[in-house]
């Protein structure tokens, strides 16, 4: 069975500062991984994923996670944050034609 | 790029009523997923179709159903709604194709408020 745990509910930044979110996982399989980011009142947008291609992978708006297989995690990463990066972000994890399992979300504030 | 469409975005109904909510897939994508996000949730796995065909099941209960038409749209049917059902449900389909498959892409997901 696979799950996943995001350290820190929330989590604020300043603005131009490192974002760090935490994502651990449980796999009895290799897994697939993504990071999902919610906006207020919005749906569910593809940030990133981990197909077992290269271990650091780089998604949308300047964000890249790095799959550590050791660690068993994959930290999403964002060198400045930026004012509309503000939103809720979920760990996922799955298995080759599965469903996905989420994490409980990290809140990101960005304070100006 | 086209992307997952979900109807109605937002519904209002009342306690013991039906609702039925609408998903269409991506084009060429053959498998559809349920979620269930309640307020300050993740979201919760309900159940998904492959090639029309119930694939898995999550925490659906006894009182939804679903189903994949030959066209890959799909349908989730709520009966006697509780106020507990009050939530986001979200659609997601994805492909088996080789080059994108393991990516479930989502709608923007169906508000429902039950009163």
């Known amino acids: 069975a696979q799950s996943v745990t995001q350290l820190g509910s929330h989590v604020s930044v300043s603005e131009g500062a490192l974002v760090l979110l935490r994502c651990n996982y449980s796999?009895?399989?290799?897994?697939?991984l993504f990071w999902y980011v919610q906006y207020p009142n919005q749906g569910l947008q593809l940030l990133l994923k981990?197909?077992?291609?290269?271990?650091l992978v780089k998604g949308i708006n300047g964000f890249e996670a790095e799959f550590k297989k050791s660690e068993t995690s994959f930290h999403l990463t964002k060198p400045s944050a930026h004012m509309s990066d503000a939103a809720e972000y979920f760990c996922?994890?799955?298995?080759?034609?599965?469903?996905?399992?989420f994490g409980p979300g990290t809140s990101l504030s960005v304070i100006p | 790029a086209a992307g997952v469409i979900q109807s109605p975005r937002h519904l209002i109904k009342e306690k013991r009523e039906t609702a039925t909510l609408k998903c269409y897939p991506i084009?060429?994508?053959?498998?559809v997923y349920w979620y269930q996000q309640g307020p300050g949730q993740d979201p919760q796995f309900l159940i998904s179709?492959?090639?029309?065909?119930?694939?898995d099941k999550g925490s659906i209960p006894d009182r939804f159903s679903a189903q994949q038409f030959s066209d890959y749209h799909s349908e989730l049917n709520m009966s006697s709604l509780e106020l507990g059902d009050s939530a986001l449900y979200f659609c997601?389909?994805?492909?088996?194709?080789?080059?994108?498959?393991?990516?479930?892409?989502f709608g923007p997901g169906t508000r429902l408020t039950v009163l």
């Open positions: 997601a389909s994805s492909t088996r194709d080789r080059e994108f498959a393991d990516t479930q892409y």
């Open positions: 796999s009895s399989v290799p897994p697939y």
């Open positions: 981990y197909t077992s291609a290269a271990t």
């Open positions: 084009p060429r994508h053959d498998t």
């Open positions: 179709f492959y090639e029309k065909m119930q694939s």
């Open positions: 996922a994890v799955k298995t080759s034609y599965d469903k996905v399992i």
